[in-house]
């Protein structure tokens, strides 16, 4: 084979030629087929679906039009990321900082990868996929707090080695999460003069909603996905 050479597993889609030229520079390409032949899944089996519904947060890799990438992190409760069956998860959209970059990459360029670590069991495990965004999604109404739910269909899911992983035990989970009950404190950012005057008109940071202990309702908010 070549450097050029495709993957000899069935999969066309985890090596390219960049990983190939690399592969052979280093002399991994029979490891690297190796490890996709045993490790790499395109369905999440039982194990997976507990690693990832035990997890209070992960890394979302996503890329625009143009392939310009961009990497978040999400977080909530464990079991905020749901495994609805074998190929496909998804993920509530909270209330951030309104930029929707990764979202936005979303509507553009659905190829999105995901990166779950445990530091405290030094685990992790990588999933690839498709994503969509549908604002009429069933799953937005069991969970208010989301402004849109993400469903993500696997390509790929893999464990990753654990040795570099540091080791940190949890303290204590961000107070914002939503967890019903009582309103979610306001950020200290939305109250700085830079922010105050642009937040979304029915953002609960303004005082008169903060002063009334509760959030607007949601709006109804129509997702033009354009041409894609």
Known sequence: MTATDG????NPVLYHRGSRRLQDTYDTRRLADRLEQVKVRATIDAGDRAFIESMDMFFLATADERGRPNCSYKGGDPGFVRVLDQRTIAFPAYDG???FLSAGNVL???DVGLLFVSFERQRRLRLNGSASIDPDDELAAADPA?????RVRVREVFPNCPRYIHRYELVERSRFIPRGGPPQPVPDWKRKDWACDVLPAN???????AS???????PVVQID????
């Open 108 to 110: 553009v360029n659905p």
């Open 203 to 209: 953002d609960p940071a303004h005082r008169h909603a």
């Open 97 to 99: 900082n309104g930029m």
């Open 225 to 228: 996905h354009g041409p894609v």
């Open 7 to 10: 993957p000899s597993s069935p």
């Open 146 to 150: 989301a402004l849109f739910v993400v």
């Open 212 to 218: 009334q202990g509760s959030p607007n309702p949601r």
